[in-house]
Each structure stands twice: as structure tokens, then as C-alpha cells.
């Protein structure tokens, strides 16, 4: 028999060998391995992190839509609070079946309505507060009362936003690879941040792609997600879930900055070549295919509030045959068929230019005899192999714009390339060359607007495509993207919408030069303001005809822009009659702007004009 301090001693013992084995995960095992106990947490997954509303009417309520809110971890999950939040709560509503728990790997539903307490768009988030980690976790929602960012005009010659109901005039930019190169939601915020407080208001953002992201050779986008779902091209979109979220996602996120996107549907690809792998693929393809694939897109983006179709993409209508054409008809008729709201138009190209929609798409366009038809923007495209010689590059700006504005049938139009900041390659453009492709489009007929572009934004540092040297994070406050944000401030302060270019030289009579020192000038069809452009500042000596200003007080008051500050001074005022000589104030570029003085215009580009 053991002594009582014996076993008291054994006791002891056998309790530190007990609490070791306890510590070291196992209890009698044999080697040297150890495991951890498993952590005793609640963990939340959401089905989405935001919702696009359809448009409706202020007042009225939209379809449910719902979020599902798992716990995927091993313990309850406390719930503190489920609420609307954000700067237009009072338009949205949930409910939910959450309660203040969800238990271990179950979920709950939540339910959100949007109705509207006035037009144009509205943002809010659903913010959940819980005991999981990331707590509070939020999903944006955005909707829109009744209207469209861009539109056509009720006589169908320019763009208007029916939600302020006021003209639009494109200050737009080159995304191109947003979508399909960028999975961080906040790379996306900042590039779209940025753009809504620079003016941009279109964006281009191809919706697939093959050539122009990552590496190159890849349709997958960031996050590996393919948008065929591993098929062929242009089939299988409805099962590849991921991937048409993301887009989903980066088309809302445009839209709550106020930002309309220029989705392309499929770059064509057959510049000077066609080779290209949708060229390829879209030429193999059965017409059932391609509009079953515009089908799908227009049923997916039909109610959203700020989208301009782009078909091709550096399409070809002559260097690969016609075949090409048939192709886009039918992607647009596909779409058509399911969104016969939004605006389409297209990207054209010849072999060595880039060339205006209406040179061999014409019979495409949207008309009372062609009620087939589907373009109902024009572009211009004035970007090519030759652009390396700045003068040749001037005369394919006046010579596409002279192509556009006397076509018949006529449809307004904008500019949608131009040789990019960083371009051509070898001897790209400097800023001053940069400005002037911008305002000559845009005087010389293009009065929709302009899309600007810089190869070191639109690849957002892909692998295949971004310049050495830059990176989009910082290109973004480089001076070309601050000049197309002056440009549109410009613009948007005077009569836009009713400029008709100086093509015949009756408003500038005298020292518009020509090539690239050429003025290009523009007057409103009313009278009210006349613009030009002067690319070689004093060197040049402009001589104007002060009588095509309309003014009841026979007056016009005179001022000078500086497009590479957005600074405006004023000259004088002067009598509408007669010729009056203007030489700009130094020799860099500068902008004349003529206005009525009875008309009480504010100094150019400091404050948007209301129609």
C-alpha cells in the first residue's frame, strides 16, 4: 500500500502528463505531431456585393431582389443589425428572414426594393452588423428613376440625359481593358472616382476580350473566370455566372458616377489584318449564334440606365469582305430584339485608316425606311498607320468629318479614336498635338463629343499592352486626361448641341493656315457663339466676319481660352459688323470664343449651359 504523500506525489504526476498530452492535441499518439483545436467562429459570405436596380418611375416599386446571407463557419452568427444606408436610403427597402441569428452553415435571405423618390440615379447600400469578422459588410445598390443618361434628342440631332433633360455633350475616355483586367473593386473605384471628378461622362469598356488584357492570349479575365464557361465563343454566357457578374458589377458601379459605357460586344480586330481571334471566331460562327449571344446581351443590359452599344471594333467592311457585316447585323439584331432603348454604333476601319461609319455602313443605319436598321450614332475614326505625320493626321480629321456631315442618311455623331496619349509609337504626340485632334474633331463637324485615350490608362498595367515606364495609377493625373476634362468644360458652357463647323470659311475668312497649323472654327445655328481653335497661338492672325453673330444688341463680347489651363480672359466687346483680327495672346494654342453680349454668357467653361 502506498503512503498518502506517495500518492498524492502520483497524482501530481499523472496530472502534468495529462495536461501535456491535452496540449499537444493527442492523447496516447505516437511521433512528434501536433494539431491546433479548431476555431469556434461564424463566418458571412454574401451572394453579391451589389444590385442594379431597373429603371422605374418615381413613386412606383421595383421587383424584389435579394441577397443570400450565408454563415459559413461552425458557430452562430449574431446578428446586430440589417439596415439601408447611404445617401439615398429613403428609395430602398429590405426585409429579411435573418433574425438575430443565422446558426452554423445555414443562410437567410435578405429582400430590397427601390422606389424612387425622384428621377435620375440613386445609391444606397444594405450594411449588415454582425459578431463575424469584416463586420459591418455592406452590397452598393443603385437604381435609376425613369430615364437614360444618353439618348437622342427628340429631333434625333443630338444627345440628351431625360433625367435632367438637358443636352450631353461626350467627354469621354478609353477603358478599354476595365472590366476583363481589374478584379479589385477598389482599382475599379479609383479609376471611375477619378473620372467622374474629371467630367468623363462615356467610357469604353469591352465586355470580352482575347487580345488586350493580362498577358494576351487569354479570354479568362482577372479573377480566371471565362465568359463562354469554357465553350465556344459566344455560347454558354448564361452558365458562366462569375464572369457576367463582374461586368454587371463594373457597368453599376459607372453608373452610380454618373458615367455612361461604351460596350463593346466583340472587338473585330481586322484593322489591317484578319487574323484577329473574334474575327475568326465571329466568322465561324452561325448566325443563330451570334444573335442568340446579342440576345443574351440585351436581355441582361436592357434596363440599365447608361449604355451605348459598340459593334465591331477596327471592323472592316472591304479588307475582309463583306462576311463581317453579317456577323455584327446579327449580334445588333439580337440585341435589338430584347433592348430597343439603347443607342448603337460602330467602330469602322479601312487598311490604313480608320474611317467614318457612314463610308460602307450606311445601309445600317436606323431610318423611317429602314426601321431595321441599327445605327443610330455615327463615329469617326480618324487614327491609321500613316498618323505619324501630325499634318496627315489633321487632314483625316477634316477629311472623315467632311464624310460624316454630308452623308445621307445623316446621323449625329462623335469621334471614337484618335491617336492615343503615348502615340504613334516612336514619335508620340506632345500635348499641344494631343489638344488639337480634340477640338478639331469636335469644331469640325463631330459635335456629340469626343473620346480621349491613353495607351498607358485603358490596359490598366497588362502585361501585353502597357507602355514602359507608366502605370495607369499614376497616368490617370497626367496632363492629356486634364486637357479633355477642360475641353468639355468648354463645350458644355456654350450652345453645344447646335454647332455647325465653318467648313466654307464664311465665319473665319482669313489666317486659318492650313495642315497642322490649320483653325478649325464652329458658330452656333443660332448666332449666339462662335469657337476656333488656334493651334500656332501668335503666329497666327485670324480674321472674322463679326456679323455672324446674332445679336439684338448689335454687340458680341470676346474672350480667350486657354485649353491647357482652362483659364478664360476677356478681350472686349465689340459691334457684330464688319471684319475683326484676333492674334492669341503667345504662341502656344488657344481657343476664340464669340457671344452674343446680350446673351449674359459666363466665362467659357466655368459653369455648365442649360438648355
Not at 17 to 29: D, P
Not at 312 to 328: F, Q
Not at 336 to 343: F, I, K
Not at 369 to 389: D, E, F, H, M, R
Request: proline share 5%; hydrophobic share 35%; aromatic share 8%.
Amino acid at each position: 500500500m502506498l503512503r498518502k504523500d506517495s500518492r498524492t506525489h502520483l497524482c501530481r504526476l499523472l496530472g502534468i502528463v495529462i495536461g501535456l498530452s491535452l496540449l499537444s492535441g493527442c492523447s496516447g499518439c505516437s511521433g512528434g505531431g501536433s494539431s491546433q483545436p479548431t476555431a469556434v467562429q461564424s463566418n458571412v459570405s454574401l451572394s453579391v456585393m451589389s444590385l442594379m436596380f431597373p429603371q422605374v418611375g418615381a413613386g412606383t416599386s421595383s421587383s424584389p431582389q435579394s441577397v443570400t446571407l450565408s454563415n459559413t463557419g461552425n458557430a452562430s452568427l449574431g446578428i446586430s443589425s440589417i439596415a439601408i444606408t447611404g445617401t439615398n436610403a429613403v428609395d430602398f427597402a429590405q426585409t429579411n428572414t435573418c433574425g438575430s441569428s443565422v446558426g452554423a452553415e445555414d443562410s437567410c435571405t435578405i429582400s430590397i426594393t427601390f422606389t424612387p423618390t425622384a428621377d435620375g440615379i440613386r445609391t444606397a447600400s444594405v450594411t449588415i452588423t454582425d459578431n463575424a469578422s469584416g463586420s459591418p459588410q455592406t452590397v452598393s445598390l443603385t437604381g435609376t428613376g425613369t430615364g437614360q443618361y444618353m439618348t437622342l434628342s427628340a429631333s434625333g440631332t443630338y444627345l440628351v440625359n431625360t433625367i435632367t433633360n438637358q443636352p450631353v455633350f461626350i467627354t469621354g475616355d478609353t477603358a478599354f481593358s476595365l472590366s476583363v483586367q481589374l478584379s479589385s473593386n477598389a482599382d475599379i473605384e479609383t479609376y471611375l472616382s477619378d473620372r467622374q471628378t474629371k467630367g468623363i461622362n462615356l467610357i469604353w469598356v469591352t465586355l470580352v476580350d482575347a487580345d488586350f488584357h493580362l498577358n494576351g492570349k487569354t479570354e479568362n479575365d482577372a479573377s480566371g473566370n471565362n465568359p463562354w464557361n469554357g465553350g465556344a465563343d459566344f455560347t454558354g454566357m448564361s452558365g458562366a455566372t462569375a464572369y457576367w457578374s463582374h461586368v454587371d458589377y463594373v457597368l453599376q458601379r459607372a453608373a452610380a458616377h454618373g458615367i455612361t459605357v461604351l460596350a463593346g460586344t466583340a472587338f473585330t480586330g481586322t484593322f489591317d489584318s484578319c487574323s484577329a481571334p473574334y474575327y475568326g471566331s465571329m466568322a465561324s460562327a452561325s448566325d443563330a449564334t451570334m444573335t442568340a449571344y446579342g440576345q443574351f446581351l440585351g436581355n441582361r443590359y436592357q434596363s440599365y440606365p447608361n449604355i451605348i452599344w459598340l459593334l465591331g471594333g477596327d471592323a472592316s467592311y472591304t479588307l475582309c469582305s463583306p462576311g463581317i457585316a453579317t456577323k455584327l447585323n446579327d449580334i445588333a439584331t439580337g440585341i435589338r430584339s430584347a433592348d430597343p432603348v439603347h443607342l448603337m454604333t460602330i467602330e469602322a476601319t479601312g487598311s490604313t485608316w480608320g474611317e467614318p461609319s457612314a463610308l460602307n455602313w450606311s445601309a445600317y443605319i436606323t431610318t423611317p425606311s429602314n426601321p431595321n436598321g441599327w445605327i443610330t450614332l455615327g463615329t469617326i475614326y480618324p487614327k491609321g498607320i500613316p498618323s505619324n505625320t501630325f499634318s496627315l493626321e489633321i487632314s483625316q480629321i477634316v477629311s472623315q468629318n467632311v464624310t460624316e456631315t454630308s452623308s445621307s442618311p445623316f446621323v449625329p455623331y462623335f469621334s471614337v479614336e484618335d491617336p492615343y496619349e503615348t502615340e504613334p509609337g516612336g514619335a508620340p504626340y506632345n500635348n499641344q498635338q494631343l489638344r488639337q485632334e480634340g477640338y478639331s474633331e469636335v469644331l469640325g463637324g463631330a459635335y456629340l463629343g469626343r473620346l480621349f485615350g491613353s495607351s498607358a490608362i485603358w490596359p490598366f498595367n497588362a502585361t501585353c499592352c502597357e507602355p514602359s515606364g507608366y502605370t495607369w495609377q499614376t497616368d490617370i493625373d497626367a496632363t492629356p486626361s486634364a486637357d479633355q476634362q477642360r475641353l468639355g468644360q468648354l463645350f458644355r458652357s456654350r450652345e453645344h448641341w447646335k454647332m455647325v463647323p465653318d467648313v466654307n470659311h464664311t465665319v473665319a475668312m482669313g489666317g486659318y493656315g492650313t495642315g497642322s497649323t490649320l483653325t478649325v472654327a464652329s458658330r452656333t445655328s443660332d448666332g449666339q457663339t462662335i469657337i476656333a481653335y488656334i493651334p500656332n497661338g501668335s503666329a497666327a492672325t485670324i480674321l472674322v466676319d463679326m456679323s455672324q453673330i446674332t445679336s439684338s444688341s448689335q454687340t458680341a463680347r470676346c474672350w480667350w481660352f486657354n485649353p491647357s489651363s482652362g483659364a478664360a480672359s476677356l478681350i472686349n466687346t465689340f459691334a457684330t459688323s464688319g471684319l475683326r483680327s484676333f492674334t492669341p495672346p503667345d504662341s502656344n494654342d488657344w481657343v476664340l470664343v464669340i457671344d452674343d453680349a446680350g446673351a449674359g454668357l459666363p466665362a467659357p467653361g466655368s459653369a455648365d449651359l442649360r438648355e
